[in-house]
């Protein structure tokens, strides 16, 4: 192909890389390859008798075929005699290669319309790697996702992630309570990403403990810097959470970082959150300290770490303190359990469970 006439292919060259965000190289070895390919079928000859050079940068694009030179001819396709080859040049030699510039227009309609596909694929291909690598590069963190359906049947709701295509929001991974409607934007948590061959195929959800933390790691800059850590986190959706922290710096209070001047950080969250009540307590070393603070807003006597494999305990709180500490319907001393790890007896201080406390 002459370079004067390659205008339009660098042209479109570039425009697909600027509108369909795929890089010129890749678009360029999937060009190449079909090139190769249309070749191959028109001229019956194998992938190293062609050739296929494209330089953006110069606006050159040459397709070549290579025929091996020698003394008889066997297969036209692939081979060429010495005595044809120094027609053209005088200084060819048994076991060398000839080459032929081949011009678009000799592959034929066939050939054409074969790298269409080939190069419409690569294209689609490449998308798909993208989005791919695009939502990958996203996991464990919150998109704002635009309703584009609801299926009021089933309660499951297609979501619009933007370059990452869309996802499925199951009902089992939507608050209780919430709804939805069409071009609502939603803040959803990306669980996973796997990658397979129509796409990336995304895992979200609005209930997994991630979209808290996440929250609280973009609303906290002690979190996004470092200085404070979530170290465990139990959420119950819409209704609590419970969420421990540690400072590595003995200066800065994690609670208070967490919460915010006037309870501004947390309130915050607790609004995007719909109202779903948020504990903030400090993590410890000692594990009996940890449970006793994971109980909040229960106060607590004494814990006794029971002995075995698994991890249990008996927690003593004052006989007043038993419905706060166990919570309703049990959530609280539940979510203490899945923040520490262990499981708790609660047991009044009297010993004496009232009927209204079984």
Not at 19 to 35: C, F, M, Q, T, V
Not at 215 to 240: C, D, N, Q, S, T
Request: aromatic fraction near 6%; charge should be negative; charged fraction near 30%.
């Amino acid at each position: 192909m002459a370079t004067a006439s390659n205008n339009e292919f660098f042209e479109a060259l570039a425009a697909l890389e600027k509108e369909r965000g795929l890089p010129a190289d890749y678009l360029i070895d999937k060009i190449k390859a079909a090139i190769v390919i249309a070749v191959k079928k028109d001229y019956e000859v194998e992938d190293d008798n062609v050739i296929v050079d494209i330089d953006p940068e110069l606006g050159t694009f040459r397709a070549s075929l290579m025929r091996d030179i020698v003394e008889e001819v066997e297969n036209p396709h692939t081979q060429i005699s010495l005595e044809d080859a120094q027609r053209v040049r005088k200084s060819y030699k048994i076991g060398q290669r000839f080459v032929t510039q081949l011009k678009t227009k000799e592959f034929g309609r066939i050939a054409a319309q074969t790298a269409k596909h080939v190069i419409r694929q690569g294209l689609r291909e490449g998308e798909r790697s993208l989005q791919c690598s695009e939502m990958q590069s996203r996991a464990h963190e919150i998109i704002a996702a635009t309703v584009v359906s609801v299926d009021h049947e089933r309660g499951n709701v297609v979501v619009d992630l933007g370059k990452g295509g869309s996802a499925v929001l199951p009902r089992n991974e939507q608050v209780p309570g919430e709804t939805f409607t069409e071009n609502q934007v939603v803040q959803v948590y990306v669980v996973d990403v796997i990658a397979t061959e129509r796409g990336p195929r995304v895992t979200i959800s609005r209930t997994h403990p991630g979209l808290v933390k996440r929250m609280f790691e973009l609303e906290v800059p002690e979190i996004y810097e470092g200085v404070v850590e979530v170290k465990a986190i139990a959420r119950e959706a819409g209704a609590r959470t419970k969420m421990a922290v540690y400072s590595k710096d003995p200066n800065v209070d994690p609670v208070g970082a967490c919460i915010g001047a006037h309870g501004a950080r947390v309130e915050k969250i607790v609004s995007e959150l719909n109202g779903e009540k948020i504990d903030i307590i400090r993590w410890s070393e000692d594990i009996s300290a940890f449970i006793s603070a994971a109980l909040s807003p229960g106060k607590v006597v004494k814990v006794e770490l029971l002995p075995g494999e698994n991890k249990s305990c008996r927690v003593t709180v004052p006989d007043h303190q038993l419905s706060l500490a166990i919570g309703n319907k049990g959530q609280n001393v539940r979510l203490c359990a899945h923040l520490t790890g262990y499981n708790i007896d609660i047991r009044p201080e009297s010993g004496y469970y009232g009927e209204d406390e079984e």
